[in-house]
């Protein structure tokens, strides 16, 4: 049996994990993002706050967008997380027929989107919305697809939520 000390990368500091101190932080992130994401929602459809909805939105978005780079530099370049997700009884021989690369899948066909989707209603909202920001003839637009934008990150945590179980919990 492996030992954590024997895996490349720095070991995470969530107790019963294999995974990495990355891994970590974006799972525990992802508890944060959500709700700060639906506050920011919440401020514009309640409270009409749209300046303050603004600048949550933009924060969260620098945010991910330095988060998920640092992320997939440790990923790619430095730890990796095949040799720690070997160690899971769901990861099988690795190929998509096995519930760790299944529940990967399905988890970037949700994140991948997202991704492009965040930068899409962040370029076309500072383009196409007043500022200060108010009520325009882009905000039909700008809520269909902020919302699927919503949707999207809401389902890339919840699968990462699940991916990250099934591969370094489990």
């Not at 101190?21 to 009409?48: E, H, K, N, S, Y």
């Not at 992320?71 to 190929?95: C, K, N």
């Not at 809520?143 to 919503?150: D, E, K, P, T, V």
Request: aromatic share 14%; proline share 6%.
């Amino acid at each position: 049996m492996l030992l954590l000390a024997d895996l490349p990368g720095i070991n995470g500091f969530l107790p019963g994990s294999r995974a990495t101190i990355m891994l970590d932080v974006v799972f525990v992130a992802m508890f944060a993002v959500v709700p700060v994401m639906g506050w920011g929602i919440w401020l514009v459809r309640a409270r009409r706050n749209y300046a303050l909805h603004k600048k949550v939105q933009l924060t969260l978005g620098i945010v991910l967008l330095l988060a998920v780079t640092a992320f997939e530099i440790d990923m790619q370049l430095i730890s990796g997380w095949r040799e720690r997700a070997e160690l899971s009884p769901h990861y099988g021989d690795g190929t998509a027929a096995h519930w760790v690369m299944r529940s990967l899948f399905i988890h970037l066909f949700f994140a991948i989107p997202t991704a492009f989707l965040w930068v899409f209603v962040i370029v076309q909202a500072l383009r196409k919305i007043p500022n200060p920001p108010r009520p325009s003839a882009y905000s039909r637009p700008h809520i269909f697809w902020a919302r699927l934008a919503a949707i999207e990150m809401t389902m890339t945590a919840v699968t990462g939520w699940v991916f990250y179980c099934l591969a370094f919990v489990a």
